[in-house]
């Protein structure tokens, strides 16, 4: 099945799920409005007549002049034009009207239960901690290094991650595996830090028996990337990093850097493993701002699912010690680093230091708020066009 999402300014219209965004804000629409909008921008190649409109929007149906009227008005008012400035939908005298923002159009085909069903192997690491790992797709290997919060069951099946995975995954090998004390990894685990994260990378990796691959880092998993690529430019072809970090926020020389690790940490101490999703939500909001209810509610029990309480902490105290700016400058990969310009976990500026000490590297802003990549956002698109443009390179 093939579902079409068209993008035009910082807007997203999703014909599938009837949607209209804004950025990571929904634009609300009545039905016939939402029709005529859709209309337009699948016919933007021409104008359009009354009967034309009547057709696709009403099937036939006598409306008023006033009504039709009035349907149009909402479509630019939804968009923010007016019959003034007609940025998007303008009027062709005694001809018609038509969609004339500057559209991209991506569709979307729904993977087959076969080509994409993942494979789960385990390997051990050096201290005996089992690591989880997951290959799925063919093709050239692309590796996801990885980060807090994840479980390669729940996130391949997810309506987060699921969507991104799956396009990295449709003509390539995508490697992803679980951290120590996270997912299907053990959860009994006596070391966390960041040496233990470099060395679960190149375990996983030599288990999945590669020898050149291309490199993904999402968080802190940019961090575990250029500290890998740094001991073995060999074997990285490509390093993309995306939403991180060189310092985590102990290591930032600033009071309310470390004033928010303490709140953060006390959170997960007192309501991570609860019922009540409270203390999570607060996680949720500032991950992904602009999810929807069903995002927000899966990304609320991910928490739980994926690790426990007193692992959440140690974790996230791991991250937070992570200093790998002296790395920068010794990375000798090709580079692209891609940021969102809101994001609420890792502000903005984090990746423009990645960018700007990294020789050579690419820096593409995006715009939105999420710092998890959602599918369905202006940005989304983007995103996954620049990593595909960026390894065929």
Same mark, same amino acid.
């Not at 995306?242 to 020389?253: I, L």
């Given at each position: 099945?093939?579902?079409?999402?068209?993008?035009?300014?910082?807007? #997203?219209?999703?014909?599938?799920?009837?949607?209209? *965004?804004?950025?990571?804000?929904?634009?609300?629409?009545?039905?016939?409005?939402?029709?005529?909008?859709?209309?337009?921008?699948?016919?933007?190649?021409?104008?359009?007549?009354?009967? +034309?409109?009547?057709?696709?929007?009403?099937?036939?149906?006598?409306?008023?002049?006033?009504?039709?009227?009035?349907?149009?008005?909402?479509?630019?008012?939804?968009?923010?034009?007016?019959?003034?400035?007609?940025?998007?939908?303008?009027?062709?005298?005694?001809?018609?009207?038509?969609?004339?923002?500057?559209?991209?159009?991506?569709?979307?085909?729904?993977?087959?239960?076969?080509?994409?069903?993942?494979?789960?192997?385990?390997?051990? #690491? @050096?201290?005996?901690?089992?690591?989880?790992?997951?290959?799925?797709?063919?093709?050239?290997?692309?590796?996801?290094?990885?980060?807090?919060?994840?479980?390669?069951?729940?996130?391949?099946?997810?309506?987060?991650?699921?969507?991104?995975?799956? #396009?990295?995954?449709?003509?390539?090998?995508?490697?992803?595996?679980?951290?120590?004390?996270?997912?299907?990894? +053990?959860?009994?685990?006596?070391?966390?830090?960041?040496?233990?994260?470099?060395? +679960?990378?190149?375990?996983?990796?030599? @288990? $999945?028996?590669?020898?050149?691959?291309?490199?993904?880092?999402?968080?802190?998993?940019?961090?575990?990337?250029?500290?890998?690529?740094?001991?073995?430019?060999?074997?990285?072809?490509?390093?993309?990093?995306?939403?991180?970090? @060189?310092?985590?926020?102990?290591?930032?020389?600033?009071?309310?850097?470390?004033?928010?690790?303490?709140?953060?940490?006390?959170?997960?101490?007192?309501?991570?493993?609860?019922?009540?999703?409270?203390?999570?939500?607060?996680?949720?909001?500032?991950?992904?701002?602009?999810?929807?209810?069903?995002?927000?509610?899966?990304?609320?029990?991910?928490?739980?699912?994926?690790?426990?309480?007193?692992?959440?902490?140690?974790?996230?105290?791991?991250?937070?010690?992570?200093?790998?700016?002296?790395?920068?400058?010794?990375?000798?990969?090709?580079?692209?680093?891609?940021?969102?310009?809101?994001? $609420? /976990?890792?502000?903005?500026?984090?990746?423009?230091?990645?960018? $700007?000490?990294?020789?050579? $590297?690419?820096?593409?802003?995006?715009?939105? *708020?999420?710092?998890?990549?959602?599918?369905?956002?202006?940005?989304? /698109? *983007?995103?996954?066009?620049?990593?595909?443009?960026?390894?065929?390179?």
């Amino acid at each position: 099945m093939a579902e079409s999402c068209f993008y035009f300014d910082d807007f #997203a219209l999703d014909t599938d799920r009837r949607e209209l *965004r804004r950025g990571d804000e929904r634009v609300a629409l009545g039905p016939q409005v939402f029709d005529l909008l859709a209309f337009l921008v699948r016919n933007r190649e021409r104008v359009v007549s009354k009967d +034309d409109i009547l057709e696709a929007v009403w099937k036939g149906r006598i409306v008023s002049e006033s009504t039709l009227t009035s349907h149009v008005n909402a479509v630019r008012k939804a968009l923010g034009d007016s019959g003034e400035a007609q940025r998007f939908v303008r009027t062709m005298r005694r001809k018609g009207i038509r969609f004339v923002g500057e559209v991209r159009e991506t569709i979307k085909l729904a993977p087959s239960p076969v080509a994409q069903e993942q494979r789960i192997s385990f390997c051990r #690491a @050096a201290d005996g901690v089992r690591l989880a790992y997951a290959t799925v797709g063919s093709g050239p290997p692309l590796v996801k290094t990885a980060n807090w919060m994840n479980h390669l069951e729940y996130d391949w099946k997810s309506p987060v991650w699921s969507g991104f995975f799956g #396009a990295l995954a449709r003509d390539r090998t995508l490697v992803r595996y679980d951290a120590r004390g996270n997912g299907l990894s +053990d959860w009994n685990v006596d070391k966390f830090d960041f040496e233990a994260f470099v060395t +679960d990378l190149e375990t996983v990796v030599d @288990a $999945a028996g590669l020898d050149r691959f291309p490199l993904l880092g999402i968080s802190q998993g940019c961090a575990v990337s250029i500290a890998y690529a740094v001991r073995h430019p060999e074997r990285v072809s490509h390093l993309i990093l995306y939403g991180g970090f @060189a310092r985590g926020r102990r290591r930032r020389g600033e009071v309310s850097e470390g004033e928010q690790s303490d709140a953060l940490e006390v959170l997960m101490r007192q309501g991570w493993g609860q019922e009540n999703p409270a203390f999570r939500q607060i996680f949720t909001s500032l991950f992904m701002p602009g999810g929807s209810a069903e995002q927000m509610q899966w990304f609320n029990d991910l928490q739980r699912n994926t690790t426990s309480p007193e692992n959440a902490v140690r974790l996230r105290r791991a991250v937070d010690d992570i200093d790998v700016s002296g790395l920068l400058r010794q990375v000798a990969v090709p580079t692209l680093v891609l940021h969102v310009r809101g994001d $609420a /976990v890792q502000p903005f500026e984090r990746g423009r230091e990645l960018a $700007a000490e990294i020789p050579r $590297a690419r820096f593409v802003p995006l715009e939105g *708020r999420n710092h998890v990549p959602l599918e369905g956002e202006p940005s989304f /698109v *983007r995103f996954v066009d620049e990593i595909r443009a960026f390894l065929a390179t």
